[in-house]
């Protein structure tokens, strides 16, 4: 595609629901890249792929949080029990190369 | 952990105004970049910096890479009312891998009617 199109654009969870937040990279690109953005901070690191291959997960904050990449394009990042601390913006990023990240609009989760 | 402290919070400014921003560090950085994010979208690449000194334009935005490389700053020329949003530094250090960004907390540009 054009660009790398996150879904949903919005989700509320219940407290202890789990969620999943996809992110479709832009056609070609083999790094993908996922940030958790706080209100009023900048993104933070969560993990990177390399194609299929998770080489970094270095940044997710527990145990709860899971992503995958099984055919190395899509990518699902997965949240089990949802709590309140995990409400934040999930921004999706793709690159070919380099650090030319191409940012999705992200994913704005409440915890309620 | 590192941290890249980014100046001022926020800004209100007349439009036709300049603009200036910076980003600091304790750290070294090899690679500073500068993007812009509007509500509801994610962070767009604006400059991107590899050298110490280096200074690049991109229209009325300029951005330097600081000499001890541990700074950069961000100047807007003339604003306009689309340049309104918030604007991150971000960058890798000698001690990062070639991929995790450094982020500052962003400074946000309001232009006053």
């Known amino acids: 595609g054009a660009g790398v199109s996150q879904s949903p654009r919005y989700k509320v969870a219940k407290r202890g629901q789990d969620v999943a937040l996809r992110c479709d990279p832009i056609?070609?690109?083999?790094?993908l890249f996922w940030y958790q953005q706080a209100l009023g901070q900048g993104p933070e690191f969560l993990t990177y792929?390399?194609?299929?291959?998770?080489?970094?997960k270095s940044g997710l904050p527990s145990d709860r949080f899971f992503a995958e990449r099984p055919e190395g394009s899509v990518s699902t990042l997965k949240i089990q029990r949802t709590q309140q601390e995990d409400s934040a913006v999930y921004l999706c990023?793709?690159?070919?190369?380099?650090?030319?990240?191409?940012f999705g609009s992200g994913t704005r989760l409440t915890v309620v | 952990g590192q941290q890249l402290n980014q100046s001022p919070q926020s800004m209100f400014i007349q439009e036709g105004e300049d603009v200036s921003m910076n980003c600091t560090s304790s750290?070294?950085?090899?690679?500073w970049l500068w993007y812009k994010q509007d509500p509801g979208e994610g962070p767009v690449l604006l400059i991107a910096?590899?050298?110490a000194g280096e200074l690049t334009s991109n229209g009325r935005l300029t951005a330097q890479f600081g000499i001890t490389r541990k700074d950069s700053f961000l100047n807007i020329s003339a604003s306009i009312p689309s340049d309104v949003g918030i604007y991150f530094c971000?960058?890798?250090?000698?001690?990062?891998?070639?991929?995790?960004?450094?982020w500052g907390a962003g400074t946000k540009l309001i232009i006053k009617p």
């Open positions: 990023a793709s690159t070919a190369a380099g650090l030319g990240y191409t």
């Open positions: 056609s070609g690109h083999v790094s």
């Open positions: 792929f390399q194609n299929e291959a998770q080489l970094d």
């Open positions: 750290s070294i950085f090899n690679t």
């Open positions: 910096l590899y050298k």
């Open positions: 971000a960058g890798l250090t000698d001690m990062d891998s070639n991929y995790q960004l450094i």
